[in-house]
């Protein structure tokens, strides 16, 4: 966290990855893609995923795999017994749907990351809010916004909350940023801060927070 006067514990060390099998057309979705595998080497941080080697989650799986990092690729059975997307990466474990994928998924990570992608990833965020609001799990979950991806959808759960469909404690679950490294920070402030108090901004600019509080 370049340019701040404090610096996180990062305690997170396995992530769980929600992404697509496919490319997209966006080049950003791959080159940040595979900046976010280069950084989660960096940081030692090992990587859950949804099994195969093609796609945005097949970009970062290689990345942090053919580099040294651990991997575990979580995928349903009749899809890891055709290889429709591919042999994983690191070490595969058949589950009998994808509910199970993400619930042994989130038994094994400390953290999530979701990528652009289409239903299926959707399917896979939701019921992690779903699993979180109802207490199933304390897991920060983050969004990497890649150039505005996930705009439309941040603004319908802003909505939600206005006309009280969505608590805005469950809107609190989602973490933003458009950076690699920040949302990285994020989710380590979030799993290292989990309760009420300081926020993230005020934390890393804590020269503002008292310069505002002087005015």
Do not use: C
């Amino acid at each position: 966290m370049e340019g701040t006067s404090r610096t996180l514990p990062y305690t997170i060390r396995f992530v769980g990855l929600l992404d697509s099998h496919s490319l997209g057309i966006n080049p950003k979705f791959m080159a940040t893609t595979v900046a976010l595998g280069r950084e989660l080497l960096r940081r030692k941080i090992k990587l859950a995923y949804g099994g195969g080697s093609v796609g945005l989650q097949g970009a970062v799986a290689s990345t942090v795999f053919t580099n040294g990092g651990l991997v575990r690729g979580f995928i349903p059975g009749y899809i890891a017994t055709q290889r429709v997307y591919g042999p994983t990466y690191g070490v595969e474990h058949t589950v009998s749907s994808s509910y199970y994928k993400y619930f042994e998924m989130n038994h094994a990570v400390e953290a999530f990351i979701v990528l652009p992608g289409g239903v299926d990833t959707m399917e896979g965020l939701f019921t992690l809010i779903s699993w979180a609001s109802e207490g199933l799990h304390n897991r920060p979950i983050g969004l990497l916004n890649i150039d505005g991806y996930f705009n439309n959808l941040l603004k319908f759960l802003d909505d939600a909350v206005r006309k009280n469909f969505m608590a805005s404690s469950q809107r609190k679950l989602f973490i933003s940023s458009f950076s690699v490294d920040e949302l990285l920070d994020k989710l380590e402030f979030v799993k290292a801060f989990p309760g009420p108090g300081v926020s993230y901004d005020e934390f890393v600019n804590p020269g503002r927070l008292d310069l505002e509080l002087h005015l």
